[in-house]
Structures are given as C-alpha cells and as structure tokens.
C-alpha cells in the first residue's frame, strides 16, 4: 500500500543520495561508527576504538533524542526515486541506542500533512507511552510535537514505527530501530532493517490515493480506509491479493542489491548482526559461508545456541532475530533472501574481510536449503512457565481469512475489529493463550504490545530447545502454538497480526486489565487511525 512512483524519478535523475531532500546531520552516514555520530565528516564501516559501526544509518544517543516526521524521497539505488515518509530524513530512521536502565526522552515533532505516533514495538514501556492512537494518545497533528518518556530495563533489538493509519504509514517509511545495548562484547554490530516497496506506485488498492504523485501535495483525506459493511473496522484487502505482485523492491536498509554498503569484517573479529524485519512479508536470509549462532529472538537471549551453517532465517514482520560469527573465512560472503520472486535479488548484502584475497561469493537465490526451526533450537534450561502448570486465564484466538463481499478479512474467533473478544485480565494474572492459523495460505504475524510471552508447544509438541521468549510470533497456514505470559504491565494493549494489511482489516484485540483506569481521554477531531 505504497504511495511509490516515477514521477520524483523524472524530477531527480541521477541522484545517489539514500535520502534526497532537506537532508540533515544523517546524510552520508552509511557504516556509520557510534562514537563518530556528532560528526560531520562520512565514517567508513569499521570500529573505532572498539565502538562497531550499525550499517547505512545515523546513530543517536543520550537520554534525549528528536525525531522528526517529514516527506522525502529515497534513492534505493535500483533507479526508482520513491516518494517516502521519514523519521528525520532518512529511510530507516536513525537507530536510537540506550544502555539498560536509562530513562530515554524522545521527542517526536510532527512535519507531515497528517497524524503520527511512535510505537516502541517490544518494548514494555507505560501504557501511556505505547503509541496507539485512540487507545493510549491522540495522533499528533500535523505541526504538533509529542514526547515519549520511559525507563528501558529490557536488553535486546527492537524497532519504532507510526501506529497511526501503520498500514499505510509503516509501508510509507516511518520506522528505525533502537538497541537497548547488553553486556555481549562484539568487534562489530550491523543492524539490516528489511523491507518491501512497489517502485511504479501506481496500484490500484485500498487505502491508497494515487491520483496525486507528490507527496508532498496530496489529499490524504482519501488514505481512510473506511468502515466495512459489518463491523466498523478499516475497510478489506482485495480478495486474492498476492504480495509479490504488491511489493516488487526489496530493500535491506533502503538499499538494493549491490548498492548497500558492505558489511565490513577482520579476520578472527567477532560480529554481531542484528535482523529487523519492518515490511508486511516474511524473507528467508542465508549468510554465506560463515558458522553462526542466532543469539536472541525478538530482543531476547536465547539459551545455548549451536553453530549452525547453511541453514535459512525465516524472518516474519516485527520479528528480529540477532546473529553472531566469529569471521574465520577470509572473502566476500552474501547475505541474501532465497525464493522465486526476482525481487528477492535486491534483498542482499556482502561481507567483505578487509585486506583480503579470499574467494568472491557468488549469489544463489533459488537454492533449497532448510530453515531453522526456532522451536527445537538451544539448549532446554529452566523457564518461567510449562503446559501443565495452573493458569488464571486460558485463552484461544482462532485465526482465519474469510471473504466478504469480493474482499478479504481476517478474523480473530470469527470476529473483526473492533467487535473482537478483548482477553480481560487482573494484574498478576498468569495467562495461556492458544493461537491457532486456520487461513489456508495466509501467514499471521502475532504481535503482542507491552509484553514478553514464552512460547510453549508448536502444533502440539512442547519445545525441544532453548525456552523461546518473543512479543511477535508467526504463524504459518495450519500451525498450532500455545504461548504463557504474566499480566505484569497494566493497561489497555493490543494483540494484533503485523502483517498490517490483515490488522487493517480485522485482525486485531486488546489485552484489557480490568483493574487498570486509564486517564486518556480521545478526542473525536483527532482523526485516530489504530491500525
């Protein structure tokens, strides 16, 4: 649901800017080194002074940080000139990283012609501070400044994106990640942020007004979804809408292919890759020619990872997942997705062993190769909750895509948002939630706001390895998983699928803490898009 076309390609041939427009101290910031981030000059990846580089982005830290939300146009080096949405100029945003325990002020300062918010996704901060307009704060408007302000006690890989009209918003750019750092010591720390973009941005869809190619000039008024016929909630996907054809530009970092910035190694250095899926489709990334482990999910450590090679990352929307080698294997090695789509070709990066000689990779993305299942991965080690213990609250959400009308929706038992069951609890409340994906081809996603779950059994089969702690979960067509959490953060939260286009269409509830009264009170005028 992109707003994507040629026309800023006709006024801006030529440019080689990741971001052309009023472009501020992040311009030129590819490798960029954390202790260099007040600096003008461009840093080459690579550590300095043992501080690693991020990879393609600006770096912001301290216990203050502004962000605004602005139009630009991004150069994703694949000769498409995309009209996008920002967080200060730049596609992803710059990367927000705090030390645990650091109370972290942002201030979000609204430039756009419509209503944003910042979500904090996998972060339990306050209710307050969760970002969902109507729920938790007005959308600030165009002009107006907002600030968030919570205490990260969390260490891990977490992303911000909108929440406000996120179908349209997030697919438009406005996310970035924030690291909240740990007490694992690596030589060099790349974070590759995935996406998927359509480069004519001229599709007919919901949600989305192409009778304007200027972003900067067009009647957003037409980006309300509308309310379907029964139950209020944004109006349907089409009926059949194949992602592939919706989305042909993938992008890590913004960039295409070649045109990302190489991810810099020495040999015997430590590495640590950081994986933020930001788009609404999963990708399966290979890394060449390395042993790895994969470390955490979703922020999220896992117990004693085995060295694993030749093995692909299934990366769902939301999700995160962070790797670590020891480079051992002197050359240039991909980093790439592996599937059919020729847009899964743009999906690649290269790891370049400095000053060496060694074999050149060479791309291979239609090779079948198995992929980890996160379910039996680790080691098994004591955890906070099993099947068999008691719990205050069981739940099921059956899962499942239906038509209506020549449209889909996706439903959760049967229902669209906001007519869904909301799972009522008390704080302190231990619950254990069933989630079951009946839709016959649709993955889903499952984020759940201000809370860590561990994940229990999948399709009937308690875990094998390492406990599993997530707050986004995928299910795959068919798939069964029953997952516990502790109600530990009151408020009113959502539990929706990240595929933004089903949320946007049905897909979504609220974890409700009925001892919990918030003071927010919504205004009408404030044009409050959840989802």
């Not at 690693?52 to 962000?67: A, C, D, K, Q, R």
């Not at 759940?448 to 390492?466: A, C, I, R, T, Y």
Request: aromatic letters at 8%; charged letters at 25%.
């Amino acid at each position: 649901m992109k707003r994507k076309n040629f026309f800023k390609l006709l006024i801006l041939t030529g440019a080689l800017a990741a971001i052309l427009s009023a472009c501020s101290s992040n311009k030129d910031m590819e490798g960029m080194d954390h202790s260099k981030v007040d600096q003008p000059a461009k840093q080459e990846s690579g550590a300095v002074e043992g501080q690693p580089p991020t990879g393609n982005m600006e770096v912001l830290t301290g216990s203050e940080i502004n962000l605004t939300a602005k139009a630009a146009t991004l150069d994703t080096g694949s000769g498409n000139s995309i009209p996008v949405w920002t967080f200060n100029n730049s596609v992803p945003g710059p990367q927000i990283r705090v030390k645990k325990g650091e109370v972290l002020k942002v201030n979000l300062k609204n430039e756009l012609p419509e209503p944003v918010t910042i979500h904090w996704h996998g972060i339990p901060v306050p209710n307050e501070m969760d970002g969902i307009p109507g729920v938790t704060q007005n959308a600030v408007q165009p002009g107006e400044t907002f600030t968030y302000e919570f205490k990260v006690d969390d260490p891990g890989t977490y992303w911000y994106h909108s929440h406000q009209d996120g179908v349209n918003q997030v697919d438009r750019g406005l996310y970035g990640s924030i690291i909240v750092e740990d007490d694992i010591k690596t030589d060099r720390d790349y974070t590759l942020v995935l996406d998927e973009w359509n480069s004519a941005g001229n599709m007919d869809m919901p949600g989305v007004d192409t009778s304007s190619s200027d972003s900067s000039d067009v009647d957003h008024s037409n980006m309300d979804m509308g309310e379907s016929a029964n139950s209020g909630t944004q109006s349907s996907v089409p009926a059949g809408h194949d992602m592939n054809s919706m989305y042909d530009l993938f992008t890590i970092n913004g960039k295409v292919g070649e045109q990302f910035n190489k991810l810099l190694v020495k040999k015997d250095e430590k590495v640590r890759i950081r994986l933020i899926n930001a788009g609404f489709m999963s990708h399966k990334l290979h890394i060449h020619g390395q042993e790895f482990k994969v470390i955490s999910t979703d922020g999220q450590l896992i117990n004693n990872p085995a060295l694993i090679k030749d093995q692909l990352i299934d990366i769902a929307p939301g999700e995160r997942y962070d790797i670590e080698f020891t480079a051992n294997n002197p050359g240039e090695w991909y980093i790439e997705e592996h599937g059919t789509a020729d847009a899964v070709k743009g999906m690649k990066a290269l790891i370049q062993y400095e000053g060496s000689d060694g074999p050149k990779d060479q791309p291979n993305e239609s090779a079948e190769l198995p992929t980890l299942d996160i379910a039996k991965y680790g080691q098994a080690s004591q955890a906070k909750f099993s099947l068999n213990q008691k719990y205050d609250l069981e739940y099921t959400m059956n899962l499942n895509t239906k038509e209506q009308k020549g449209e889909q929706i996706y439903t959760i038992n049967d229902e669209v948002y906001p007519n869904t069951e909301a799972i009522k609890v008390k704080k302190g409340d231990l619950v254990k939630v069933k989630l079951v994906n009946n839709s016959k081809e649709d993955e889903h996603p499952m984020h759940l706001h201000g809370h860590f779950f561990q994940v229990l059994s999948k399709n009937g089969q308690p875990l094998e390895g390492s406990p599993i702690i997530k707050d986004t979960l995928n299910l795959k067509p068919g798939e069964e998983y029953v997952v516990a959490f502790e109600a530990d953060n009151p408020g009113d939260w959502m539990f929706h699928c990240h595929d933004l286009h089903h949320a946007s269409s049905g897909m979504v509830t609220h974890l409700l803490y009925t001892d919990f009264k918030s003071n927010f009170v919504p205004d009408p005028n404030a044009g409050n898009k959840p989802e």
